[in-house]
Protein backbone atom coordinates (compact mmCIF):
# COMPACT_ATOMS: atom_id res chain seq x y z
CA UNK A 1 0.00 0.00 0.00
CA UNK A 2 1.15 3.38 -1.13
CA UNK A 3 1.63 5.74 1.96
CA UNK A 4 2.66 8.68 -0.19
CA UNK A 5 -0.53 9.79 -1.38
CA UNK A 6 -2.29 9.16 2.29
CA UNK A 7 0.00 11.92 3.74
CA UNK A 8 -0.86 14.14 1.56
CA UNK A 9 -4.42 14.13 2.19
CA UNK A 10 -3.92 13.96 5.91
CA UNK A 11 -2.62 17.56 6.03
CA UNK A 12 -5.15 20.28 7.32
CA UNK A 13 -6.63 22.22 5.01
CA UNK A 14 -6.01 25.59 6.76
CA UNK A 15 -2.61 25.12 6.32
CA UNK A 16 -2.68 24.07 2.58
CA UNK A 17 -4.63 27.07 1.89
CA UNK A 18 -2.45 29.51 3.83
CA UNK A 19 0.95 28.02 1.96
CA UNK A 20 -0.63 28.40 -1.32
CA UNK A 21 -1.88 31.94 -0.82
CA UNK A 22 1.90 32.39 0.30
CA UNK A 23 3.20 31.15 -2.75
CA UNK A 24 1.18 33.04 -5.62
CA UNK A 25 1.62 36.07 -3.52
CA UNK A 26 5.42 36.16 -3.64
CA UNK A 27 5.36 34.66 -7.38
CA UNK A 28 3.05 37.55 -8.87
CA UNK A 29 3.56 38.54 -13.04
CA UNK A 30 4.92 42.07 -12.83
CA UNK A 31 3.39 43.12 -16.19
CA UNK A 32 0.07 42.27 -15.18
CA UNK A 33 -1.14 45.63 -13.01
CA UNK A 34 -2.59 45.51 -9.72
CA UNK A 35 -6.23 46.87 -9.71
CA UNK A 36 -6.34 47.26 -6.07
CA UNK A 37 -3.20 49.91 -6.09
CA UNK A 38 -4.53 51.79 -9.02
CA UNK A 39 -6.19 55.31 -8.90
CA UNK A 40 -8.85 54.62 -11.90
CA UNK A 41 -10.06 58.53 -11.56
CA UNK A 42 -6.58 59.64 -12.18
CA UNK A 43 -5.68 57.41 -15.14
CA UNK A 44 -9.22 58.53 -16.50
CA UNK A 45 -8.12 62.30 -16.49
CA UNK A 46 -4.50 61.56 -17.78
CA UNK A 47 -5.74 59.32 -21.13
CA UNK A 48 -8.34 62.08 -21.71
CA UNK A 49 -8.64 65.50 -20.11
CA UNK A 50 -4.76 65.78 -19.80
CA UNK A 51 -4.12 64.63 -23.15
CA UNK A 52 -6.71 67.55 -24.48
CA UNK A 53 -4.87 70.00 -22.33
CA UNK A 54 -1.44 68.60 -23.95
CA UNK A 55 -3.16 69.04 -27.76
CA UNK A 56 -4.21 72.19 -27.16
CA UNK A 57 -2.28 74.99 -25.41
CA UNK A 58 -3.43 78.05 -24.19
CA UNK A 59 -1.63 80.72 -26.26
CA UNK A 60 -1.28 83.11 -23.50
CA UNK A 61 -0.61 82.20 -20.01
CA UNK A 62 0.45 84.63 -17.72
CA UNK A 63 3.50 83.55 -14.99
CA UNK A 64 0.97 83.69 -12.13
CA UNK A 65 -1.38 81.31 -13.53
CA UNK A 66 1.26 78.63 -14.27
CA UNK A 67 2.49 79.02 -10.76
CA UNK A 68 -1.22 78.30 -9.72
CA UNK A 69 -1.57 75.08 -11.52
CA UNK A 70 2.10 74.24 -11.14
CA UNK A 71 0.60 74.44 -7.06
CA UNK A 72 -2.89 72.70 -8.18
CA UNK A 73 -0.87 69.25 -9.86
CA UNK A 74 1.34 69.38 -6.55
CA UNK A 75 -1.95 69.28 -4.02
CA UNK A 76 -3.46 66.91 -6.19
CA UNK A 77 -0.44 64.65 -7.12
CA UNK A 78 -0.81 65.23 -10.57
CA UNK A 79 2.60 64.94 -11.76
CA UNK A 80 2.68 61.49 -11.90
CA UNK A 81 3.49 59.83 -15.21
CA UNK A 82 2.75 56.72 -14.45
CA UNK A 83 -1.14 55.33 -14.83
CA UNK A 84 -0.49 51.79 -14.10
CA UNK A 85 0.52 50.18 -10.90
CA UNK A 86 2.17 46.30 -10.73
CA UNK A 87 2.58 46.21 -7.24
CA UNK A 88 0.44 47.29 -3.65
CA UNK A 89 1.44 50.07 -1.88
CA UNK A 90 3.37 50.04 1.40
CA UNK A 91 1.52 50.00 4.02
CA UNK A 92 1.19 52.86 6.10
CA UNK A 93 4.12 52.82 9.30
CA UNK A 94 2.50 51.75 12.47
CA UNK A 95 4.69 52.29 15.75
CA UNK A 96 4.15 48.86 17.37
CA UNK A 97 4.97 50.10 21.19
CA UNK A 98 3.26 53.69 21.81
CA UNK A 99 4.90 56.39 23.13
CA UNK A 100 1.85 56.49 25.63
CA UNK A 101 2.93 53.07 27.03
CA UNK A 102 6.04 54.31 27.99
CA UNK A 103 5.49 57.36 29.78
CA UNK A 104 2.29 55.14 31.58
CA UNK A 105 4.70 52.65 32.44
CA UNK A 106 6.57 54.96 34.46
CA UNK A 107 3.20 55.70 36.78
CA UNK A 108 2.01 52.37 36.94
CA UNK A 109 1.71 51.02 39.82
CA UNK A 110 3.73 48.32 41.81
CA UNK A 111 2.93 44.48 40.22
CA UNK A 112 0.28 42.89 42.34
CA UNK A 113 1.38 39.97 44.66
CA UNK A 114 1.43 36.57 43.37
CA UNK A 115 -1.66 34.48 45.99
CA UNK A 116 -0.65 32.87 48.73
CA UNK A 117 -0.64 29.52 48.89
CA UNK A 118 -1.82 27.77 51.75
CA UNK A 119 -0.45 24.13 52.57
CA UNK A 120 -2.63 21.17 52.50
CA UNK A 121 -0.79 19.66 55.00
CA UNK A 122 0.68 20.63 58.70
CA UNK A 123 4.06 21.45 59.11
CA UNK A 124 4.47 19.13 62.67
CA UNK A 125 1.51 17.03 64.89
CA UNK A 126 1.93 16.37 68.52
CA UNK A 127 -0.26 14.06 70.60
CA UNK A 128 -2.79 15.98 73.08
CA UNK A 129 -4.29 12.96 74.58
CA UNK A 130 -6.94 13.85 77.32
CA UNK A 131 -8.03 16.96 75.98
CA UNK A 132 -11.54 17.97 76.70
CA UNK A 133 -13.55 17.51 73.79
CA UNK A 134 -16.13 21.04 74.52
CA UNK A 135 -15.89 23.91 72.07
CA UNK A 136 -17.02 26.48 74.64
CA UNK A 137 -13.43 26.20 76.42
CA UNK A 138 -10.34 27.65 75.30
CA UNK A 139 -7.71 25.37 76.27
CA UNK A 140 -4.91 26.94 73.74
CA UNK A 141 -2.74 30.17 73.55
CA UNK A 142 0.19 30.94 71.99
CA UNK A 143 2.21 33.54 74.61
CA UNK A 144 4.59 36.69 73.07
CA UNK A 145 7.62 34.49 74.27
CA UNK A 146 7.07 31.99 71.70
CA UNK A 147 5.88 29.53 74.10
CA UNK A 148 2.29 27.58 73.69
CA UNK A 149 0.15 26.41 76.50
CA UNK A 150 -2.10 23.34 75.91
CA UNK A 151 -4.57 22.14 78.92
CA UNK A 152 -4.75 18.50 78.56
CA UNK A 153 -8.07 17.36 81.56
CA UNK A 154 -6.28 18.84 84.88
CA UNK A 155 -3.02 19.90 83.66
CA UNK A 156 -1.26 22.56 81.34
CA UNK A 157 1.76 21.68 79.52
CA UNK A 158 4.16 24.48 78.02
CA UNK A 159 5.63 23.64 74.63
CA UNK A 160 8.67 26.07 73.35
CA UNK A 161 8.58 26.78 69.44
CA UNK A 162 12.34 28.22 69.99
CA UNK A 163 13.67 24.78 70.59
CA UNK A 164 10.31 21.94 71.21
CA UNK A 165 10.97 21.36 74.32
CA UNK A 166 8.17 20.56 76.53
CA UNK A 167 7.50 20.80 80.16
CA UNK A 168 4.72 20.58 82.76
CA UNK A 169 3.54 24.06 84.40
CA UNK A 170 0.75 22.56 86.78
CA UNK A 171 -1.91 19.94 87.51
CA UNK A 172 -5.25 20.70 89.23
CA UNK A 173 -6.93 18.55 92.00
CA UNK A 174 -10.01 16.45 90.36
CA UNK A 175 -12.58 18.42 92.90
CA UNK A 176 -10.84 21.43 91.36
CA UNK A 177 -10.45 20.51 87.88
CA UNK A 178 -11.08 19.96 84.78
CA UNK A 179 -9.34 23.31 83.35
CA UNK A 180 -11.79 25.11 81.52
CA UNK A 181 -9.76 28.17 79.84
CA UNK A 182 -5.61 29.38 79.75
CA UNK A 183 -4.63 32.89 78.79
CA UNK A 184 -1.07 34.40 78.15
CA UNK A 185 -0.27 38.20 79.75
CA UNK A 186 1.24 40.23 77.56
CA UNK A 187 4.61 40.18 78.62
CA UNK A 188 4.46 36.37 77.99
CA UNK A 189 5.54 35.47 81.54
CA UNK A 190 2.46 35.32 83.79
CA UNK A 191 -0.74 32.88 83.06
CA UNK A 192 -4.09 33.24 83.75
CA UNK A 193 -6.25 29.55 84.14
CA UNK A 194 -9.32 29.49 84.52
CA UNK A 195 -11.07 26.32 86.36
CA UNK A 196 -14.00 24.14 86.54
CA UNK A 197 -14.81 24.70 90.15
CA UNK A 198 -15.00 28.90 89.04
CA UNK A 199 -11.65 30.03 90.48
CA UNK A 200 -8.55 31.47 88.33
CA UNK A 201 -5.29 30.85 89.06
CA UNK A 202 -2.35 33.42 87.91
CA UNK A 203 1.23 31.47 87.31
CA UNK A 204 4.94 32.96 86.79
CA UNK A 205 5.50 30.49 83.93
CA UNK A 206 9.72 31.40 84.60
CA UNK A 207 9.34 30.72 88.76
CA UNK A 208 7.47 27.92 88.27
CA UNK A 209 5.07 29.58 90.85
CA UNK A 210 1.71 30.06 91.57
CA UNK A 211 1.05 33.94 92.29
CA UNK A 212 -2.63 33.83 93.69
CA UNK A 213 -6.07 32.44 92.98
CA UNK A 214 -8.93 34.96 92.60
CA UNK A 215 -12.45 33.75 93.94
CA UNK A 216 -16.03 34.93 93.65
CA UNK A 217 -15.78 35.64 90.44
CA UNK A 218 -18.43 33.39 88.73
CA UNK A 219 -21.05 30.89 90.09
CA UNK A 220 -19.40 28.14 87.89
CA UNK A 221 -16.92 27.44 85.43
CA UNK A 222 -14.50 30.13 83.85
CA UNK A 223 -14.73 29.17 79.81
CA UNK A 224 -12.95 32.46 78.38
CA UNK A 225 -10.03 35.17 79.39
CA UNK A 226 -8.51 38.21 78.58
CA UNK A 227 -5.89 40.47 79.27
CA UNK A 228 -5.85 44.02 79.39
CA UNK A 229 -2.40 45.08 80.86
CA UNK A 230 -3.22 44.40 84.38
CA UNK A 231 -6.61 43.52 84.16
CA UNK A 232 -7.96 39.99 83.50
CA UNK A 233 -11.43 40.01 82.43
CA UNK A 234 -13.07 36.34 82.85
CA UNK A 235 -16.69 35.54 81.02
CA UNK A 236 -18.09 32.40 82.89
CA UNK A 237 -21.16 29.57 82.80
CA UNK A 238 -23.21 31.92 84.48
CA UNK A 239 -23.20 34.52 81.66
CA UNK A 240 -21.39 37.17 83.61
CA UNK A 241 -17.91 39.05 82.92
CA UNK A 242 -15.70 40.72 85.52
CA UNK A 243 -12.81 42.28 85.06
CA UNK A 244 -10.22 41.52 87.27
CA UNK A 245 -7.46 44.19 88.65
CA UNK A 246 -4.78 41.44 89.35
CA UNK A 247 -2.69 43.82 91.48
CA UNK A 248 -4.79 44.68 94.38
CA UNK A 249 -6.42 42.26 96.61
CA UNK A 250 -10.00 43.31 95.74
CA UNK A 251 -9.72 42.41 92.69
CA UNK A 252 -13.30 42.81 91.18
CA UNK A 253 -13.40 46.53 89.63
CA UNK A 254 -16.31 46.28 86.73
CA UNK A 255 -19.19 43.46 85.82
CA UNK A 256 -20.56 43.21 82.68
CA UNK A 257 -23.92 42.07 82.16
CA UNK A 258 -25.77 41.00 78.88
CA UNK A 259 -25.09 37.41 78.07
CA UNK A 260 -28.19 35.01 78.82
CA UNK A 261 -26.27 32.00 78.26
CA UNK A 262 -22.48 30.82 78.27
CA UNK A 263 -19.48 33.64 77.85
CA UNK A 264 -17.19 31.41 75.43
CA UNK A 265 -15.38 34.30 73.85
CA UNK A 266 -13.62 37.71 74.75
CA UNK A 267 -11.25 39.97 73.37
CA UNK A 268 -9.90 43.21 74.16
CA UNK A 269 -9.11 46.03 71.63
CA UNK A 270 -5.63 47.11 70.61
CA UNK A 271 -6.69 50.40 72.43
CA UNK A 272 -7.68 48.75 75.61
CA UNK A 273 -10.93 50.79 75.31
CA UNK A 274 -13.64 48.63 73.73
CA UNK A 275 -13.85 44.44 74.75
CA UNK A 276 -15.91 42.04 72.02
CA UNK A 277 -17.99 39.43 73.90
CA UNK A 278 -19.70 36.11 72.42
CA UNK A 279 -22.26 33.88 73.96
CA UNK A 280 -23.58 30.43 73.19
CA UNK A 281 -26.76 32.93 73.53
CA UNK A 282 -25.68 33.67 70.04
CA UNK A 283 -24.94 37.32 71.14
CA UNK A 284 -22.12 39.60 70.21
CA UNK A 285 -21.77 42.75 72.83
CA UNK A 286 -19.72 45.38 72.12
CA UNK A 287 -18.56 46.44 75.47
CA UNK A 288 -16.70 50.23 76.54
CA UNK A 289 -15.13 50.77 79.38
CA UNK A 290 -16.63 54.57 79.60
CA UNK A 291 -19.53 53.22 79.88
CA UNK A 292 -19.51 50.90 82.27
CA UNK A 293 -19.60 53.21 85.58
CA UNK A 294 -21.78 55.28 84.29
CA UNK A 295 -25.44 55.87 84.62
CA UNK A 296 -26.42 54.11 81.31
CA UNK A 297 -29.62 51.77 81.87
CA UNK A 298 -27.48 49.85 79.51
CA UNK A 299 -23.79 48.89 80.18
CA UNK A 300 -23.06 47.70 76.54
CA UNK A 301 -22.04 50.15 73.49
CA UNK A 302 -24.10 47.63 71.25
CA UNK A 303 -26.10 44.57 71.49
CA UNK A 304 -25.23 42.61 67.92
CA UNK A 305 -27.83 39.74 67.01
CA UNK A 306 -27.07 39.06 63.54
CA UNK A 307 -25.60 35.48 63.76
CA UNK A 308 -27.19 32.30 64.47
CA UNK A 309 -25.06 30.29 66.40
CA UNK A 310 -22.72 30.76 69.34
CA UNK A 311 -20.26 33.38 69.01
CA UNK A 312 -16.58 32.26 69.83
CA UNK A 313 -14.18 33.22 67.04
CA UNK A 314 -13.28 37.29 67.74
CA UNK A 315 -10.55 39.32 66.16
CA UNK A 316 -10.04 43.04 66.07
CA UNK A 317 -7.97 44.51 63.02
CA UNK A 318 -4.57 45.34 63.75
CA UNK A 319 -4.30 48.50 61.66
CA UNK A 320 -7.94 49.43 62.32
CA UNK A 321 -9.24 50.05 65.76
CA UNK A 322 -12.82 49.88 65.05
CA UNK A 323 -12.78 46.67 62.79
CA UNK A 324 -13.95 43.48 64.19
CA UNK A 325 -14.35 40.18 62.95
CA UNK A 326 -16.92 37.68 64.59
CA UNK A 327 -17.23 33.94 63.86
CA UNK A 328 -20.20 32.11 64.56
CA UNK A 329 -20.72 28.14 65.05
CA UNK A 330 -21.62 24.95 62.84
CA UNK A 331 -25.53 26.37 62.99
CA UNK A 332 -24.19 29.88 61.77
CA UNK A 333 -21.79 29.31 59.68
CA UNK A 334 -20.70 32.81 59.19
CA UNK A 335 -17.63 35.14 59.45
CA UNK A 336 -19.25 39.12 60.20
CA UNK A 337 -17.58 42.36 59.84
CA UNK A 338 -18.38 45.50 62.29
CA UNK A 339 -17.89 48.75 62.48
CA UNK A 340 -17.92 49.30 66.47
CA UNK A 341 -18.36 52.85 66.21
CA UNK A 342 -21.90 52.58 64.69
CA UNK A 343 -22.17 49.03 64.95
CA UNK A 344 -23.13 48.22 61.35
CA UNK A 345 -22.70 45.06 60.23
CA UNK A 346 -20.20 45.98 57.23
CA UNK A 347 -19.89 42.60 55.86
CA UNK A 348 -20.83 38.74 56.04
CA UNK A 349 -18.73 35.70 54.28
CA UNK A 350 -20.35 32.37 54.54
CA UNK A 351 -17.69 29.71 54.77
CA UNK A 352 -20.40 26.47 54.67
CA UNK A 353 -18.31 25.31 58.17
CA UNK A 354 -17.60 26.09 61.55
CA UNK A 355 -15.49 28.88 62.13
CA UNK A 356 -12.23 27.25 63.55
CA UNK A 357 -12.42 23.95 61.17
CA UNK A 358 -9.15 23.11 58.99
CA UNK A 359 -8.96 20.35 56.69
CA UNK A 360 -6.32 17.80 58.10
CA UNK A 361 -7.96 17.10 61.54
CA UNK A 362 -10.32 13.64 61.60
CA UNK A 363 -12.26 15.28 63.96
CA UNK A 364 -13.60 19.47 64.27
CA UNK A 365 -11.08 21.39 65.57
CA UNK A 366 -11.58 23.19 69.22
CA UNK A 367 -8.81 25.72 69.53
CA UNK A 368 -7.07 27.66 67.64
CA UNK A 369 -3.95 30.09 68.82
CA UNK A 370 -1.64 32.27 66.21
CA UNK A 371 2.17 32.32 66.54
CA UNK A 372 3.50 35.62 67.89
CA UNK A 373 5.39 36.63 64.52
CA UNK A 374 1.96 35.53 62.91
CA UNK A 375 3.41 32.91 60.69
CA UNK A 376 2.20 29.51 62.41
CA UNK A 377 -1.38 28.67 63.13
CA UNK A 378 -1.84 25.51 65.78
CA UNK A 379 -5.16 24.01 65.94
CA UNK A 380 -6.47 21.28 68.64
CA UNK A 381 -8.95 18.89 67.37
CA UNK A 382 -10.96 16.24 69.34
CA UNK A 383 -9.05 13.87 67.50
CA UNK A 384 -6.62 14.91 70.17
CA UNK A 385 -3.85 15.74 68.26
CA UNK A 386 -2.07 19.17 68.14
CA UNK A 387 -1.01 20.74 64.39
CA UNK A 388 1.01 23.76 63.42
CA UNK A 389 0.15 25.03 60.11
CA UNK A 390 2.33 27.56 58.68
CA UNK A 391 -0.54 29.48 56.73
CA UNK A 392 0.83 32.74 56.27
CA UNK A 393 4.49 32.00 55.47
CA UNK A 394 7.41 34.10 56.93
CA UNK A 395 6.99 38.07 57.27
CA UNK A 396 8.36 40.60 54.90
CA UNK A 397 11.13 42.86 56.40
CA UNK A 398 9.93 46.40 55.69
CA UNK A 399 12.45 48.07 53.37
CA UNK A 400 13.59 51.56 54.59
CA UNK A 401 11.94 54.84 53.34
CA UNK A 402 14.40 56.57 51.07
CA UNK A 403 14.92 60.37 52.47
CA UNK A 404 12.69 62.70 50.33
CA UNK A 405 15.58 65.26 49.87
CA UNK A 406 19.04 63.73 50.26
CA UNK A 407 21.35 66.68 50.93
CA UNK A 408 23.44 67.39 48.22
CA UNK A 409 27.07 66.39 47.86
CA UNK A 410 26.63 64.16 50.97
CA UNK A 411 29.18 61.76 49.40
CA UNK A 412 31.76 64.74 49.71
CA UNK A 413 33.93 65.20 52.84
CA UNK A 414 33.11 68.23 54.41
CA UNK A 415 35.19 71.36 54.72
CA UNK A 416 35.73 72.56 58.41
Known sequence: MDAGPNKVQSRSPLQERVRQRKCSGENLDRFIPNRSAMDFDYAHYMLTEGKKGKENPVATCSPSREAYQKKLAEAFNMNRTRILAFKNKPP????????????????????????????????????APE???????????????NVLAIALSNTVYL??????????????DDEDGPVTSVSWAPDGRHMAIGLNNSHVQIWDSTANRQLRTLRGCHRSRVDSLAWNNHVLTTGGMDGKIMNNDVRVREHIVE???????????????????QLASGGNDNLLFIWDRSMASSNSPTQWLHRLEDHTAAVKALAWCPFQGNLLASGGGGGDQCIKFWNTHTGACL???????????????????????????????ASAAGDETLRFWNVFGSPEVAKPAPKANPEPFAHLSRIR
Request: with cysteine; aromatic share 8%.
Open 92 to 127: TLIDPIPKEFFSASVHQSKPAKPRRHIPQSSERTLD
Open 131 to 145: LVDDFYLNLLDWGSS
Open 159 to 172: WDASNGSTSELVTI
Open 255 to 273: TYRGHQQEVCGLKWSASGQ
Open 347 to 377: NSVNTDSQMAELTGHTSRVLFMAQSPDGNTV
